[in-house]
């Protein structure tokens, strides 16, 4: 069934995603979900925002395989790029069409016209758009909440990707129109003043945080963790002895 508004059906063009992932990574993802939905029993948190302090701690790498985890588990996703500041296309697929975020949030361009379908079933994106000059006032303008409120009920759940907050404020900007916010916090790479900073702005705004995903850890600290559970493959018990 085509998604539609107002009569007006989005482009069945789908565009592929490559998303390859072990299932290690797979297994991270599928608890992230999990815990996402315990956090969640109701089922009211639709408008999900994925941000970090910097760049380079994989906020749009978790958001993008969340998105796709969360497609294959059944649900119908929208990944947003709400990362305005910079703009590119969506790294994951091939296209020549540019429309996006910025286009509808500056009148050029209407929701349908700029979501894209995948190769995935159920899982829709919208990229950032064109490169503008006032990224900061099209996110506060009230246009892009009233997006929200447009697109909100035809899908299980939008994931929002945003800038790093270390040096924009727009992602405290974004959460406070939304239902919840995850933090992307990479090992040995954000001091923990900075992601108290994070967690302050993010209170301001009355967002709800809740949570945040160590990014990036040390493969001899994660096989550390699980070695101890005899269903990895390990010989040693659960007790040792002190």
Do not use: W
């Not at 361009?109 to 995935?120: F, G, Q």
């Amino acid at each position: 069934m085509k998604l539609s508004y107002g009569g007006h059906k989005v482009k069945d063009i789908k565009y592929n995603v490559s998303c390859a992932l072990n299932n290690t990574f797979e297994e991270a993802y599928k608890v992230l979900r999990a815990n996402i939905q315990f956090c969640d029993p109701d089922k009211r948190i639709k408008t999900l925002v994925f941000t970090s302090y910097s760049l380079g701690e994989g906020k749009s790498t978790t958001s993008i395989n969340l998105s796709v985890v969360l497609s294959k588990y059944g649900l119908k996703v929208l990944y947003l790029d709400a990362d305005l500041r910079k703009p590119m296309m969506f790294k994951s697929i091939k296209s020549d069409d540019y429309k996006g975020l910025s286009n509808i949030l500056i009148g050029q361009s209407k929701v349908e016209e700029t979501i894209k379908k995948t190769n995935i079933e159920g899982f829709d994106f919208i990229s950032c758009g064109i490169k503008t000059q006032n990224p900061g006032e099209l996110i506060s303008n009230g246009k892009f909440e009233e997006m929200l409120d447009q697109i909100r009920d035809s899908y299980d759940m939008i994931i929002i990707d945003t800038p790093p907050m270390g040096s924009v404020i727009d992602a405290a900007v974004i959460a406070s129109m939304c239902d919840a916010v995850i933090l992307v916090i990479s090992q040995n790479k954000v001091k923990c003043r900075n992601a108290a900073m994070m967690k302050e702005q993010l209170e301001k705004a009355n967002a709800n945080i809740l949570g945040a995903v160590f990014n990036k850890v040390n493969k001899i600290d994660y096989k550390n963790y699980y070695n101890g559970y005899d269903y990895y493959g390990s010989s040693k018990k659960y007790a040792k002895k002190i």
